[in-house]
């Protein structure tokens, strides 16, 4: 059996090691402290070194643990800011796509109106031209035309004027719609009224629809940091996914229900263009 290696040691200053011959052991005398013991001192000091070291060990593995955590922690934190990034970036990204649409919305519907105010006016030269009148070699007056009683329509002043009332009641439609639903109904506010209103109630539904949505996102891009309860890193890939295809599905819906508001507006305004087309041949 090999022994421990603190039996090679010299024993410590003031320190005498003596034979017991009663009891065939050795004792230790303390000159300094003049006391005696059965214990080697250099036992004691091998012990004391013991301890020391497992404490020190200790206590670095507590140093080590404490700070595997707060790097754990770190890089928790980390991966959720740049998860709340990519949400504010794809958040951004959709409120730009949802302006270019709304503008080509604005613009498609512009000139769809351009285009039902052509084929009215088409519509209305082709009811409107006369029969052509005999000639009668006796009777000229049929051609002059008394300028007194001649309708030339509002003059420009007054096409402006009633423009700008119709943009200050209907603030979300623009300039040029309102012209072109005048010019369509031949200047008579009270007809062309409707379909600006019908118009300016579309916009502010689909502005309105499109806060929500921002509203939405916004609300699901607010970075709130969780206690660290467990070093697990989650999958920015699985999350960013499903993100991804819910937005994308929201906006197929929405796309689907504006085509089909859309769909309505134009079949209301081609009836009542019929209507009107049907009372003024009526009449």
């Known amino acids: 059996m090999s022994q421990p290696a603190w039996v090679s040691w010299p ?13 065939r052991r050795y004792f230790y005398i303390n000159h300094a402290t003049k006391q005696t013991q059965w214990k080697d001192p250099r036992q004691v000091i091998f012990e004391q070194r013991q301890g020391q070291q497992q404490q020190q060990y200790q206590q670095q593995q507590q140093q080590s643990g404490q700070g595997a955590a707060e ?3 770190r890089r928790q934190a980390e991966a959720q800011r740049a998860q709340a990034q990519e949400r504010q970036r794809q958040a951004e990204a959709a409120a730009r796509r949802q302006a270019q649409e709304d503008q080509q919305r604005q613009e498609h519907d512009r000139r769809m109106a351009e285009q039902m105010r052509q084929q009215y006016e088409q519509e209305q030269e082709q009811e ?5 009148p005999q000639e009668d070699e006796n009777d000229y007056l049929h051609d002059l035309v008394d300028l007194d009683d001649a309708d030339f329509g509002p003059s420009m002043s007054e096409q ?12 979300q439609v623009d300039r040029d719609v309102v012209r072109m639903a005048l010019e369509a109904f031949n200047w008579k506010v009270e007809d062309a009224e409707s379909s600006v209103k019908e118009l300016n109630d579309e916009v502010e539904a689909r502005h309105e629809r499109r806060r929500r949505m921002m509203e939405e996102m916004n609300s699901s891009t607010s970075y709130e940091p969780e206690p ?16 991804r295809q819910e937005r994308e599905e929201r906006e197929r819906q929405e796309r689907k229900r504006q085509e089909r508001e859309r769909q309505e507006l ?10 009107r087309s049907d009372a003024s041949i009526s009449s």
């Open 128 to 132: 409107s031209e006369p029969e052509e």
């Open 228 to 243: 660290v309860e467990e070093y697990t890193f989650p999958s920015m890939d699985d999350t960013a996914d499903r993100e």
């Open 71 to 73: 790097e754990a922690a």
């Open 11 to 23: 024993l410590p200053p003031n320190w005498e090691a003596r034979y017991d011959g009663n009891s």
């Open 160 to 171: 402006e004027d009633m423009i700008d009332q119709m943009i200050r009641k209907y603030k």
């Open 266 to 275: 134009q079949q209301q305004l081609e009836r009542e263009r019929r209507e």
